[in-house]
């Protein structure tokens, strides 16, 4: 099943990519990447892509970006809803990124699943570690940022509105505004990570707890305090 869509129109040619990419392994499947290169290929015009992707496979990233990046015409690349993971590399191939101010990016340490005795778990750390250096290259080449930056927002699993984006050079512009330039001391979109999140639920519910221990043994919808911090205790 393919997760791209191209739509013909006068000002060029409008390519999707919604949902999850390359729902089999893209890298065992020698079918989808040649027909998504004839696809390209079959016209020189502007391509505006719009990605609405949780992200998936990053090699599928990986080829779909290289492509994108050969390719002759100019290719505008806009993030209606959100751009994960893998999608997050697609989204670095474009002349110019652009996000709707309702939009989400996100970028993070790739993962895979590794089976084996201790040798295999080592080749897999060092497979892993050479795959973020990989992504790190597309990051670093929109952005500008140092590679360790990057690194680190990798490693905290960063989110990132369409404002915050713009600031850290993650996309060029957020859509349907009237500057293209960032405004000076913009500090408004948002930027998180995980341990951030977790780290404020635990709080939250610790300020509650304490605030009345003795009566309020539940949250409003009955389940213990209890429960909720061992299971915040887990994500951190």
């Given at each position: 099943m393919k997760?791209?869509?191209?739509i013909?129109?006068?000002?060029?040619?409008?390519?999707?990519?919604?949902?999850?990419?390359?729902q089999?392994?893209?890298?065992e499947?020698?079918?989808?990447?040649?027909?998504f290169r004839?696809?390209?290929?079959t016209?020189?015009?502007?391509?505006?892509l719009?990605?609405?992707?949780?992200?998936?496979?990053c090699?599928?990233?990986s080829?779909?970006?290289?492509?994108?990046?050969?390719?002759?015409?100019?290719?505008?690349?806009?993030?209606?809803?959100?751009?994960?993971?893998?999608?997050s590399?697609?989204?670095?191939?474009?002349?110019?990124?652009?996000m709707?101010?309702?939009?989400?990016?996100?970028?993070?340490?790739?993962?895979?699943?590794?089976?084996?005795?201790?040798?295999?778990?080592?080749?897999?750390?060092?497979?892993?570690?050479?795959?973020?250096?990989?992504?790190?290259?597309?990051?670093?080449?929109?952005?500008?940022?140092?590679?360790?930056?990057?690194?680190?927002?990798?490693?905290?699993?960063?989110?990132?509105s369409?404002?915050?984006?713009?600031?850290?050079?993650?996309?060029d512009?957020?859509?349907?505004t009237?500057?293209?330039?960032?405004?000076?001391g913009?500090?408004?979109?948002?930027?998180?990570?995980?341990?951030?999140?977790t780290?404020n639920?635990?709080?939250?519910?610790?300020?509650?707890?304490?605030?009345d221990?003795?009566?309020?043994?539940?949250?409003?919808?009955?389940?213990?305090?209890?429960?909720?911090?061992?299971?915040?205790?887990?994500?951190?």
């Amino acid at each position: 099943m393919k997760f791209w869509n191209w739509i013909k129109n006068e000002d060029g040619r409008t390519l999707y990519l919604d949902g999850y990419i390359a729902q089999e392994s893209w890298f065992e499947d020698e079918v989808s990447p040649k027909e998504f290169r004839f696809e390209l290929e079959t016209a020189k015009d502007d391509i505006t892509l719009w990605i609405n992707s949780p992200g998936g496979d990053c090699f599928a990233a990986s080829q779909i970006y290289t492509m994108l990046k050969e390719y002759t015409g100019k290719v505008s690349v806009k993030i209606d809803g959100i751009a994960a993971s893998a999608a997050s590399v697609i989204a670095m191939s474009g002349d110019e990124v652009l996000m709707s101010p309702t939009s989400i990016l996100m970028i993070h340490n790739p993962s895979t699943i590794i089976w084996g005795e201790e040798a295999d778990m080592k080749r897999g750390i060092e497979m892993l570690s050479e795959v973020k250096e990989s992504i790190i290259n597309a990051y670093e080449a929109k952005t500008g940022l140092s590679r360790k930056e990057i690194s680190q927002m990798m490693d905290r699993e960063t989110w990132m509105s369409a404002n915050k984006a713009q600031v850290m050079g993650f996309c060029d512009k957020v859509l349907y505004t009237e500057n293209e330039a960032v405004p000076e001391g913009l500090m408004n979109g948002f930027m998180f990570d995980k341990a951030t999140v977790t780290n404020n639920f635990m709080g939250k519910f610790q300020k509650m707890k304490k605030k009345d221990e003795a009566q309020i043994k539940v949250v409003p919808d009955g389940t213990p305090y209890d429960y909720l911090t061992k299971r915040l205790d887990l994500l951190k």
